[in-house]
């Protein structure tokens, strides 16, 4: 069965750095989505995208937050400059059309030091 | 008022019984409905989806949905060890400002089979 994958599973990164965190969405999807995951806390929306666009981002996902999807497979999260709060489980998800339940990929661990 | 509200638990029951879970949620807007089970340290894997009022049948798990009073319910029948986890209930929000449909996920629920 087609899954979505996740890279790295995790990545400690120091304060104030750069963090690249990679999904490769399942290959007939059109929907992209990022989620987090802040230990014991529930899952939050971050940032939707869909034809090759921002759709919908939360509060959260400020300008230290982007998305790109730099070529047919690959759908990126950066964070430009990662604080202690980043620290959680970013979760990437896609689905095939509007309505259709969204699968996610197993996670990226990012601690911040 | 929260958007998607579920009750923390646990819950515990017995191996072989039925477990029931509840979900409300505040958008009457909202289309669709689904049940994620999150083991620890994983991520949501889906359970089941549901679009319309009724029960909708998936092998030992039920979903319920009552659109009128914005309630969403998860039945597991012969519960079994192996479902113990938490259980997130997840309703796509419509969009305020243009996009696709986010998902708005409970807390969720801890379920424990115990032998």
């Known amino acids: 069965e087609p899954e979505v994958t996740q890279t790295p599973s995790h990545q400690v990164t120091q304060m104030g750095q750069e963090v690249i965190l990679r999904c490769v969405p399942i290959?007939?999807?059109?929907?992209f989505y990022w989620y987090r995951q802040i230990l014991g806390q529930k899952v939050e929306f971050l940032v939707s995208f869909y034809n090759n666009e921002i759709s919908e981002k939360s509060e959260i996902f400020d300008d230290q937050f982007s998305v790109e999807r730099p070529d047919g497979s690959n759908f990126t999260l950066k964070i430009r400059s990662t604080k202690l709060e980043d620290s959680a489980m970013y979760f990437c998800a896609s689905k095939e059309r509007q309505i259709t339940p969204q699968h996610f990929g197993d996670g990226t661990r990012l601690s911040i030091l | 008022q929260k958007e998607v509200e579920q009750n923390s638990g646990p819950l515990s029951v017995p191996e072989g019984a039925i477990a029931s879970l509840n979900c409300t949620y505040s958008?009457?807007?909202?289309?669709?409905f689904f049940w994620y089970r999150q083991y620890s340290g994983k991520s949501p894997e889906l359970i089941m989806s549901i679009y319309s009022n009724g029960d909708k049948e998936d092998g030992r798990f039920t979903a319920q949905l009552n659109k009128a009073s914005q309630y969403v319910s998860l039945l597991i029948r012969d519960s079994q060890p192996s479902d113990s986890a938490t259980y997130l209930c997840a309703v796509n929000m419509p969009p305020r400002s243009g996009g696709y449909n986010k998902l708005i996920f409970g807390a969720g629920t801890r379920l424990a089979v115990h032998p």
């Open positions: 958008d009457r807007g909202s289309q669709s």
């Open positions: 290959s007939n999807h059109l929907y």
